[in-house]
């Protein structure tokens, strides 16, 4: 599949319809308004592994980031410093079984991810989002407020699960959209196919290799 040269920007405001997340196409670039929460490791296992999933309105919040964010007390208050995504990969295991179960409709994190995860979002109709490169402690200016977190005292700051109120947050890549494609996949096979044109222009062989074992 050819990605458009011309990507659109598109603003979306949580909880996500189904509708929305249909019309994403691979190369989007997203902002999101509204709430979402953030999960890792410990959260997946508690909701996927143990079926305890945090107490949180997942029809409302229905977009997870993959993401320890980092955040200093001031007033009384929650205030964001910086939102870095984590590698999605890491959470393969669990996620094609969150999303049937919490009914996700977005997930945004660092790289992309597998095979069963890109089934299951075009199932249920889900996408995942990938970061642009914009930096942590910008996001972080995007949060409007802390709705809520879970797991603090147990876990910290870094596992817990953060409930949170974004304005305009992004932009972010849609990498899989919801009809199970993948954007890093495509530009995978996009590179092979002008390689071996390339190869062929120049007489090189097909299993030529640029380095040898000694």
């Not at 997930?107 to 089934?119: A, D, H, N, Y």
């Not at 972080?140 to 709705?147: F, G, T």
């Given at each position: 599949m050819e990605i458009p040269l011309k990507q659109r920007t598109i603003?979306?405001?949580?909880p996500l319809t189904e509708a929305d997340v249909r019309n994403l196409q691979l190369g989007d670039h997203v902002h999101l308004s509204g709430p979402f929460f953030t999960g890792r490791?410990?959260?997946h296992i508690?909701?996927?592994?143990?079926?305890?999933?945090?107490?949180?309105?997942?029809?409302?919040a229905n977009v997870l980031m993959h993401i320890g964010p980092v955040f200093k007390r001031e007033n009384e208050q929650w205030i964001p410093v910086g939102l870095d995504q984590t590698s999605s990969f890491r959470f393969e295991k669990w996620e094609p079984e969150l999303i049937r179960r919490l009914r996700l409709r977005g997930i945004i994190g660092k790289t992309t991810m597998?095979?069963?995860?890109?089934?299951?979002?075009?199932?249920?109709?889900?996408v995942h989002l990938t970061r642009v490169g914009v930096p942590g402690n910008l996001l972080a200016k995007r949060i409007r407020s802390v709705i809520g977190v879970y797991g603090l005292e147990e876990f910290g700051m870094t596992e817990a699960t953060w409930v949170l109120e974004a304005d305009n947050l992004g932009p972010f890549i849609v990498d899989i959209d919801s009809q199970g494609q993948n954007l890093f996949h495509c530009?995978?096979?996009?590179?092979?196919?002008?390689?071996?044109?390339?190869?062929?222009?120049f007489g090189i062989p097909e299993d030529f290799k640029y380095s040898q074992d000694a």
């Amino acid at each position: 599949m050819e990605i458009p040269l011309k990507q659109r920007t598109i603003h979306l405001r949580t909880p996500l319809t189904e509708a929305d997340v249909r019309n994403l196409q691979l190369g989007d670039h997203v902002h999101l308004s509204g709430p979402f929460f953030t999960g890792r490791s410990k959260f997946h296992i508690r909701a996927v592994e143990e079926g305890k999933p945090h107490p949180i309105d997942y029809a409302t919040a229905n977009v997870l980031m993959h993401i320890g964010p980092v955040f200093k007390r001031e007033n009384e208050q929650w205030i964001p410093v910086g939102l870095d995504q984590t590698s999605s990969f890491r959470f393969e295991k669990w996620e094609p079984e969150l999303i049937r179960r919490l009914r996700l409709r977005g997930i945004i994190g660092k790289t992309t991810m597998g095979l069963r995860t890109m089934e299951m979002m075009r199932d249920v109709g889900c996408v995942h989002l990938t970061r642009v490169g914009v930096p942590g402690n910008l996001l972080a200016k995007r949060i409007r407020s802390v709705i809520g977190v879970y797991g603090l005292e147990e876990f910290g700051m870094t596992e817990a699960t953060w409930v949170l109120e974004a304005d305009n947050l992004g932009p972010f890549i849609v990498d899989i959209d919801s009809q199970g494609q993948n954007l890093f996949h495509c530009l995978k096979e996009g590179v092979a196919l002008k390689m071996k044109a390339l190869y062929q222009r120049f007489g090189i062989p097909e299993d030529f290799k640029y380095s040898q074992d000694a």
